[in-house]
């Protein structure tokens, strides 16, 4: 599994998050088959949900979810306080030459549009809360400017965020994969911000480092330099989906009587893919048949 750290520095005025995501994001190139750039910026925004996730209290699901133009058509995060995480974008071949930095361009890949962050709560309690919802534009498409954009602009916190994914030409084709997220709480003087973006200005790349073997706790001291950083605590971290056959059966029978009659009678049973994970799930004539039971009875 791969890990997620949290902590403060500077006497708690700075908030630090730093996770190892390499394991998690080659499960996603195996299940969705993506393209290099897909891989980049789905990694990407697997590991801004795994970090904000972590500066949360009282949260079942955080989202996060671009709807923009570009040849991706979408992306799709999810992390839970147990450090599950999920996702998927809505074209997994989408690729695009190298930008001018001979980097992957998840910008023009994702193009423009709307940045959102989702939070629900209640889950465990059986409730089902409106869920808070946040948005803004689109920036660059990047994905970690973009959660720094959100994070300054919806939730007025100044923020750093580095995400990386480096990618090898053999199987698993993951060579690094992992983030880190700053932030600036009230209290923090600017000698300290400056120091904090001098050293995250000549910091090597963290997939650089992370491919060399560290892990989250060298990722933190990486971005904070002479800063000692307090580390309250850890998480495992990875890939993991909710979907299931029962919750296959849950939607099936939400779409009501008459649709279901025409699976029954038309088709002889459904068929669905889970879009999160690959997973593929059947509905018999009988599981029909005990459906349409139990909305007569309704």
């Given at each position: ?32 088959g ?48 147990s ?14 030459p ?39 534009p ?9 959660l ?37 709480l ?27 073997g ?29 979907c ?55």
């Open positions: 599994m791969d890990k997620l750290i949290h902590g403060t520095a500077a006497d708690d005025t700075v908030r630090v998050v730093a996770a190892v995501a390499t394991k998690t994001v080659e499960e996603v190139v195996s299940r969705h993506l393209s290099p750039t897909a891989t980049a910026a789905l990694g990407r925004t697997l590991i801004g949900a795994a970090l904000l996730g972590a500066t949360q209290k009282d949260f079942d699901r955080l989202t996060i979810k671009l709807e923009s133009d570009g040849p991706i058509g979408g992306i799709v995060a999810e992390a839970r306080p450090g599950a995480l999920r996702g998927y974008v809505k074209n997994a071949l989408a690729e695009l190298a930008n001018g930095n001979g980097k992957f361009d998840v910008g023009g890949a994702v193009g423009a549009g709307t940045f959102f962050v989702i939070r629900e709560s209640g889950f465990g309690l059986g409730l089902h809360n409106a869920p808070y919802v946040g948005s803004v689109i920036q660059t498409g990047e994905i970690g400017d973009d720094a954009f959100y994070l300054a602009k919806s939730e007025q916190i100044p923020s750093a965020v580095l995400l990386g994914v480096l990618l090898k030409n053999t199987e698993p084709f993951v060579a690094a994969a992992g983030g880190v997220l700053v932030q600036m009230p209290g923090a003087n600017e000698h300290i911000i400056t120091m904090i973006e001098d050293t995250i200005a000549h910091a090597p790349h963290l997939t650089s480092v992370i491919g060399d560290a892990g989250p706790e060298e990722l933190a001291a990486l971005v904070l330099g002479e800063i000692e950083f307090k580390k309250l605590g850890e998480r495992e971290i990875g890939f993991e989906c909710t299931s056959q029962e919750r296959a059966i849950t939607m099936v029978e939400a779409l009501g009587r008459d649709d279901v009659h025409s699976m029954l009678d038309d088709d002889k049973g459904a068929a669905m893919t889970c879009g999160f994970c690959g997973a593929d799930y059947k509905v018999s004539e009988a599981e029909l048949a005990a459906i349409l039971e139990r909305i007569s009875r309704a």
